[in-house]
């Protein structure tokens, strides 16, 4: 059903270059699905790129982007709309975290989390937002985290981030519930990915949870699956996001059990 429901339509993925924005790539394109790759990484893209096309009939367009370079994002938009014509499904999974806690943290990492996870992600959905609306046809895709759910120590600063997502897209849902357009939140727990080489520099988060990791393409299936259905969340493992549903209820006890219980970052 999914398959049939992917079949020629074009899909645009930020982050695309690995991870799980690479492992949404290649089972989309399983799918028949076109894509249009974009990442700050256009040598990783163009190999992506050429394994799509060589493996599936599809076509596959990629572009070099920086998403917290809102002036490009209007600019590479405007290029894949010219290219392609529309935009059936955006993906917005561009993002990167940096643990400390939040008197370490450099008004650079700060503006640079928010640029990217926030500020990019919101650029990017504008640029498809007044199409889909015409057409009334469409599904945005956003990657948030379970940290924008549940902020553990050492987090503040990439859980604001994730909190200004979610905020964001529950909101974007509501607006676009009239016009036939999909909006699903991505609330994962921590995935084996490169991006905790920047994330933890020093490994320790990684040990201690090691064995709850989600791999990527576990997580890329549940997000490919949901394209183009109504789905409101996915939450990954679903065990973690009792958490949040913990916190809401007795914030006070969490908080002061969380404090001590919480992986070390």
């Known amino acids: 059903m999914v398959k049939e ?3 020629g339509k074009n899909i645009v993925i930020t982050g695309a270059s690995g991870g799980i924005g690479a492992e949404i790539a290649k089972l989309s394109a399983a799918r028949g699905a076109n894509l249009v790759l974009l990442a700050r990484s256009i040598d990783k893209l163009e190999q992506l790129q050429t394994r799509l096309e060589q493996n599936h009939q599809v076509k596959v ?3 070099q982007l920086d998403v917290s370079d809102t002036e490009k994002v209007k600019e590479v938009f405007e290029q894949i ?14 993002g990167f ?9 450099t008004m650079d990492e700060i503006k640079g989390m928010f640029n990217v996870n926030v500020v990019g992600l919101m650029a990017c959905t504008s640029m498809v937002l007044p199409r889909m609306r015409t057409r009334r ?15 553990t120590p050492k987090s503040s600063v990439y859980s604001a ?3 200004a997502v979610l905020g964001y897209t529950n909101s974007l849902r509501m607006e676009l519930d009239d016009y036939n357009v999909q909006v699903t939140s991505v609330n994962p727990g921590p995935i084996a990915t490169n991006f905790f080489t920047i994330a933890d520099e020093q490994g320790t988060y ?17 997000v490919v699956n949901s394209m183009l259905t109504k789905t409101r969340e996915i939450n ?20 002061r059990i969380g404090k001590r219980l919480l992986p070390s970052k």
């Open 206 to 222: 990684v040990k201690n949870v090691q064995r709850f990791m989600l791999q990527p393409e576990y997580v890329a299936q549940k």
């Open 61 to 63: 367009d990629v572009f």
């Open 137 to 151: 046809y469409g599904h945005i895709i956003n990657i948030a985290s379970q940290a924008g759910k549940l902020a």
């Open 161 to 163: 981030t994730k909190h």
């Open 5 to 7: 429901q992917l079949q």
């Open 97 to 105: 975290g940096v643990f400390r806690e939040a008197h370490e943290a």
């Open 81 to 94: 709309f010219e290219k392609i014509g529309q935009i059936d499904i955006l993906v917005n999974n561009a």
């Open 236 to 255: 990954l493992p679903r065990w973690m996001n009792m958490g949040s549903v913990a916190y809401v209820l007795f914030p006070r006890l969490y908080e």
